[in-house]
């Protein structure tokens, strides 16, 4: 396949320089894109290690509180762990709710759980409670799971999720209470509830965006706390998060969307704080900055397009604009080119050359259509000068034979209608008038025929008015009522009708002469008297025939045919124009 210049040269320039440069900004793109990935990622493991510190402080702060509780209550004060464990008035268990509610700070609630070992009977159930001080059976019924759990571990604290006696779920911090006389045996269970109170706020202390999530999980894989609105199921957690490793973040699709997994672990209370982050969110600026990096690319191609354009308007345009015009050039036509130079280098004398040469070629064939011109305009004056004659003769005739048979009494109109023809005839030199003045020409005649030949035949006008400001050559409408007059009805005695109308249609108009005479005509005579084959006879449709043409061409003229009636009706046919 053959390419053209300027193809090439654009072919050229997106191989050698779009594409690398597409290529290249891509890659870019693209490592940018995994490095800032890497960085939040490892930025915001920090910031999850840094808030899991925090609620570990929390936590702390409630262990070492309940430790406090324990000791002074059990371990340190022999009375206090008599008292505990000796409860079975209403005054001793009021007294007990009395102590645990002094310690329940920050809207916790401090419970004491023990068992009844010695079977002491208390004045009232004591099962429903859920704060304050509770017995407990020897084999822990009536206790949650999670509670129970806690007695096993050996005097630890742990987070649990409990209900309240309302069925809502709380965080609850507990620790079992280990007998001062064999730490092997555990008594009861204190526990914190309502820990989430205090969580919270270290939970929301870090600002993210509105589809984050943060997660604070136990040991059990059981959610403590959550902050956000994001969420997050056991299978995505399994799939996303290495169980071995104690911190660390990975990034992973979940429903069409990329998150961001950023995990640390506590060995201190078994705890397990989750970070989940929609990737956009944070890359949102590197966004920002790739759409400038492809604004500015867009900017660099448009400069470097241009360049190339310059070079290819400065190397192959003259060319192929040259090759063009050579291919549509014809003699005579004119060319919209510079005579300039286009540029002082070779270019400029190739084109310089061709324009002469064009300016040359041209110049003799318009000189050859001017002669001719002026020509047709000598024949066309040579025909309007002879035809003034002609009908003047006949008019003066008229009126010479009106004056024998009628005397004085109507020479004054015949005069005036003579004038009329002698004035719109001349029309001061002007070969056009409008078909208004060519009308009243044409009647002026007629009123004169009329009274030369009285009671012959009458006249029908039949003009569209809106068709009186168009243009026409002068004198083509006289010639045919003459002929028709004379060849047609004059010797009729009163039956002669002459039917004279001018009709438009689009882009053309008619002037129609019809006449109802009884005399056969030979069309084929008529035809060959206009086209110039018998010179001796028919001057005058002759002269408006060829006058017609020479002004507006072949396709207009003088035509004949046979009317309906028998007689003879001539059509005149003219492009339809305004004067200029």
Known sequence: MKLKLKHKVTLAFLVFIVLPFI????????????????????????????????????ISAINDRTITLLDSQFFSNPAGYSFWTGIDTLNEIQQADNILESWSTGS???????KNIERRDTPFDLSHKTKGFKYLDKD????????????????GGALRITHSDSGEKTLSFMRSILNP????????LLVVNKVEVLLTRDMVSVELPSTAGVFLFNDN???????????????????????????????????????????????????????????????????????????????????????????????????????????????????????????????????GSFVKMTKRLDYSIEENYVMQLKQKEYELLMLQSQITPHYLYNTLDSIYWYALDSGNAEVGEMVRDLSM??????????????????????????????????????????IDETLRDYETPKVIIQPLIENAIIHGVRGMDGEGELRVSAVKSEDTLRFIVEDNGHLPVN?????????????AKGYGIRNVHQRIQLHYGEAFGLTYERSEEGGTRAIITLPLRRPE
């Not at 004035?423 to 030369?452: D, F, N, V, W």
């Not at 084929?524 to 010179?535: N, V, Y």
């Open 23 to 58: 290529v290249v900004g891509w890659i870019s793109a693209y490592v940018a894109v995994d490095t800032i990935k890497e960085e939040v990622g490892s930025t915001t493991l920090q910031l999850v290690k840094q808030n899991h510190t925090t609620i570990d402080k929390t």
């Open 108 to 114: 916790t609630e401090y419970a004491i759980y023990l």
């Open 140 to 155: 822990n019924s009536g206790l949650p799971d999670a509670m129970v759990s806690g007695m096993d571990l050996s005097g």
């Open 181 to 188: 006389r064999n730490y092997d045996e555990a008594i009861g």
């Open 221 to 351: 894989e059981e959610l403590l706390m959550s902050a956000g609105s994001g969420s997050i199921s056991p299978a995505e957690l399994h799939k996303n998060i290495e169980p071995e490793a104690s911190y660390g973040y990975t990034f992973a699709e979940e429903g069409g969307e990329e998150w961001l997994y950023a995990y640390s672990d506590s060995s201190k209370f078994h705890t397990r704080l989750l970070y989940k982050i929609p990737l956009a969110s944070i890359t949102g600026k590197q966004i920002w900055v790739q759409k400038m990096l492809v604004f500015i690319s867009i900017i660099f191609l448009a400069f470097v397009l241009t360049f190339v354009l310059y070079l290819v308007r400065l190397v192959v345009k003259p060319v192929v604009k040259l090759v063009s015009v050579m291919k549509v050039y014809e003699p005579g036509k004119t060319l919209s080119w510079s005579e300039e130079p286009l540029r002082n280098d070779e270019f400029g004398i190739l084109h």
């Open 421 to 462: 023809l002698l004035r719109i005839g001349l029309s001061r030199g002007r070969k056009m008038i409008t078909i208004g003045e060519e009308i009243e020409h044409a009647k002026a005649y007629t009123r004169l025929q009329e009274k030369r030949y009285p009671d012959t035949f009458e006249v029908w006008w039949q």
């Open 523 to 535: 069309l084929e005579e008529l035809s060959a008297i206009m086209q110039g084959e018998h010179s």
